[in-house]
């Protein structure tokens, strides 16, 4: 049963029916893209205890898998201690949902996180601010995707930055200021717990307001990074599996991204995210893993307890590395226009650079106040700046309408591509 | 909307979802493997013209992709005649389920068959068969997966070769005595035609008891084999196109299967059968092809006009060849018992070997006169030799048991098997 069924819920149900597995979607609009593939669907508020109780008592499920994080909690406790394997648990959405709570249990992992303070004032929020010398990242306590975040450069931000908390999922006072860590490469890893723990080769990605843009596997390094990641290696993977336990506890299973800042010039690495589940950067996974293996094919696999083939991946320095088809590249394609039913042209010039997957959403906006995801472009190529390319020629190459605005339009965002 | 929904079916409908269609799956019995990842499912008799008349009234499919023969011709046409894409068309289903039909079709368009006698009265059949001096295959006219077919080595065979023609799908006196080929070897050429005409990696393949039991892509040749296949190229790819083009017609779309005799010693390529879809063999691209391009994917590509990315393709002397991700096998898993929600161990044993996919039947015997192909196993490998011996392993560590046939079963058959 997968609670939140979006883009990356689809892949997770159209590998659990290649296993066999017999699958349910639920969330909170109807068609949203994982009930399609999936055995049977149900729609409704995903925060009522009731809905849940009432769901799992009709389906029985063997396995919870949650996608997203606006999940009634006390009702997953609940499914938990009934014996029913929820994966991430309902321990781990806690922590991941609440700023505070995340950056001490990775504090007391053991896993390097920039300097913080924890602030519920207005004096306290600016006394944070300068203590970091009024360079800082603030972020509102409940929040998630950029919203309730303010980067601070001087003491003038600081009033905005304190505003900013307001726009967080759930405001309220609490917010974190964190050291601005002058990084050399922004890293992802994808973690998978199942027999052992295996990581992916590294993902390189940008984001455009706030929301993944393009990513890439594996993350291009020059000569000097090169280097410079072979020394703090250790560092990456440890840390990476240290924040993974902390969160997923020691029968937790399935995929995780962590996000890491790398300083090649200090020699550190320092956590800066961790999620419980398939990521959007692993978008990309789709087309550079072996099939049935996309970081959704192994987020299931895992919760389901089917291990790894020991021809999938390579042991370095202890180190177990899944193999990859070659480099890839994804770049999302977002809807020019509100409304239903939206339609897609230009797929066959699209082809000629890569591929496109689209993934069936009624309508071009949920949330009308940011262009919504409506596909990806994937492409594989002989190396990772030809992918990265490749992906968005082939993302630009198509034009959207829908039934309110039938005018065909094309993608419009520019920032940081390559192309144009 | 996909007529017939099996275990081929269903990963049509997955790689359709990924596009962004909206998928229909019909079948004639409830929880046919496609049913459960397709949009919505209908269950009837698909050679009631009316049923089928109904479903298309109501879903107004853009693209209807016949997976099985059974299905009412004249429907089919009508839905043609109405503007409606079939793939494939009515009338490459008339000939491809018309033995008589498929032979004369073949022959006139100068693709090489092997020599043969129509007959409808036994003293026609004796004749032929003496003709062939008494070493010959015979086939009932109208008859697929090897029932109604019988291989005559001497006189004495022709009795039981005439009784035989019982056993066909549709029984009747019509019966094609076809030449016996000393062929070198049995190739299979899965045919794309989308942009052009693509060829996928040889298959090569082995059955037991008139079924495909294991494939494997590419098909291994020895030293003289490879030096054969240089000297017969040229046919072995325009009798496939040919072949494909006959029975397909010119605006066909989709994958076609041909089987092809090759005859080094005499440099001859014979074509054996053609069929308009996925194929069993071919499941081993589920693995050996990239992402979104395993035979169901590039059937439905095609089907629905979404053309073949120019990287994952080779021009060889003209041809175009897919590319593959490297070698690998499939290996069929079958119920060893009759029954009821088919249940399933030695999964993690089996993935220490290669992977294991389940197709999803509710019960483990639709035709209760045979084993029923309940999932597959896949393994890819630095050789073919390899992943041949890594899939058998697979499917054999895995047990089968039945509501009613409680006691756990392995695979049985081991005829032609390489490990045991």
């Not at 399609?36 to 499920?61: C, I, Q, S």
């Not at 990859?324 to 897609?344: C, D, M, R, T, Y």
């Not at 959403?361 to 002989?382: C, I, M, N, S």
Request: net charge negative; charged share 25%.
């Amino acid at each position: 049963m997968l609670l939140g069924s979006g883009e990356l819920g689809k892949e997770v149900i159209i590998e659990a029916q290649r296993l066999g597995l017999e699958t349910v979607a639920v969330d909170r609009y109807m068609g949203a893209p994982a009930q399609y593939p999936a055995d049977r669907a149900y729609t409704g508020n995903m925060t009522e205890k009731g809905f849940l109780k009432h769901l799992v008592e009709k389906e029985n499920p063997d396995f919870i898998v949650p996608e997203i994080e606006a999940i009634n909690l006390e009702a997953l406790s609940e499914f938990e201690d009934k014996g029913i394997f929820v994966s991430p648990r309902a321990e781990a959405q806690k922590i991941a949902m609440d700023r505070f709570r995340l950056r001490e249990t990775l504090d007391k992992a053991g896993v390097r996180v920039s300097q913080y303070h924890f602030t519920s004032t207005a004096e306290d929020f600016e006394a944070a601010c300068k203590d970091f010398n009024y360079t800082c990242i603030t972020k509102a306590r409940f929040s998630s995707s950029g919203h309730g975040s303010y980067i601070v450069n001087s003491k003038e931000d600081v009033q905005a930055a304190w505003d900013e908390r307001k726009k967080a999922r759930k405001p309220s006072e609490d917010v974190i200021v964190e050291e601005y860590i002058p990084f050399s490469t922004e890293d992802n890893q994808l973690v998978v717990r199942n027999n052992g723990t295996h990581f992916c080769k590294t993902l390189g990605h940008y984001q455009l307001h706030g929301d993944y843009h393009s990513s890439w596997q594996p993350i291009y390094r020059n000569e000097e990074e090169r280097k410079g990641f072979e020394a703090v290696k250790d560092q990456v993977y440890s840390f990476a599996e240290k924040a993974t336990l902390a969160l997923a506890g020691k029968k937790g299973r399935g995929i995780h991204a962590v996000e890491q800042f790398l300083d090649f010039e200090n020699k550190k690495v320092y956590v800066n995210e961790v999620s419980c589940r398939p990521h959007d950067t692993g978008m990309v996974t789709f087309k550079t893993h072996y099939p049935g293996y996309s970081q959704s094919g192994l987020h299931i696999r895992a919760v389901s307890q089917v291990p790894i083939e020991p021809r999938l991946y390579q042991e370095e320095d202890g180190v177990r590395i899944l193999n990859s088809i070659g480099p890839g590249a994804s770049h999302v394609i977002v809807s020019p226009s509100e409304g239903w039913n939206p339609q897609f042209r230009g797929i066959d010039k699209a082809l000629q650079h890569g591929d496109v997957w689209i993934f069936k959403k009624p309508y071009a906006f949920h949330e009308p106040h940011h262009g919504r995801r409506l596909g990806v472009a994937l492409a594989l190529a002989d190396t990772v700046a030809e992918a990265i390319k490749e992906a968005e020629l082939t993302a630009h190459c198509v034009e959207i309408k829908t039934n309110e605005n039938p005018t065909w339009k094309p993608q419009w965002m520019k920032e940081k591509h390559v192309v144009s």
